[in-house]
């Protein structure tokens, strides 16, 4: 069973930073895309940031030239650095994997951000 495990979530000040991770329990390449969503309360999830085995990222309007996503293959970790948080980016952020040969879908158990006026 794929298993994804997050840390780095936390209560930040406004203009802080965060650094979130996710570790995959194999190899990375065996998900065509991997990324980030979040969920705030009474708000839909939404994408945040993903990248793909071919290094594309996407990243949503509300996060571009603040938010980076980035892998360590060796280390099968999916990483999303937080910069000049605001306190509209407070969510449960949820690690995400795609297969898409099987149209499998997996998600980490969610880790709370807060950040602080």
């Known amino acids: 069973q794929v298993q994804l495990v997050e840390s780095g979530g936390g209560l930040v000040q406004a203009g802080g930073s965060l650094r979130l991770s996710c570790a995959a329990s194999?190899?990375?390449?065996?998900?065509?895309?991997m990324g980030w969503y979040r969920q705030a309360p009474g708000k839909q999830r939404e994408l945040v940031a993903s990248?793909?085995?071919?290094?594309?990222?996407n990243y949503a309007n509300s996060v571009k030239s603040r938010f980076t996503i980035s892998r360590d293959n060796a280390k099968n970790t999916v990483y999303l650095q937080m910069n000049s948080l605001k306190p509209e980016d407070t969510a449960v952020y949820y690690c995400?994997?795609?297969?898409?040969?099987?149209?499998?879908?997996?998600w980490g158990q969610g880790t709370q951000v807060t950040v602080s006026s």
């Open positions: 194999g190899s990375i390449f065996s998900f065509n895309r």
């Open positions: 990248i793909t085995t071919g290094g594309s990222t």
């Open positions: 995400n994997a795609e297969r898409w040969s099987i149209d499998g879908r997996y």
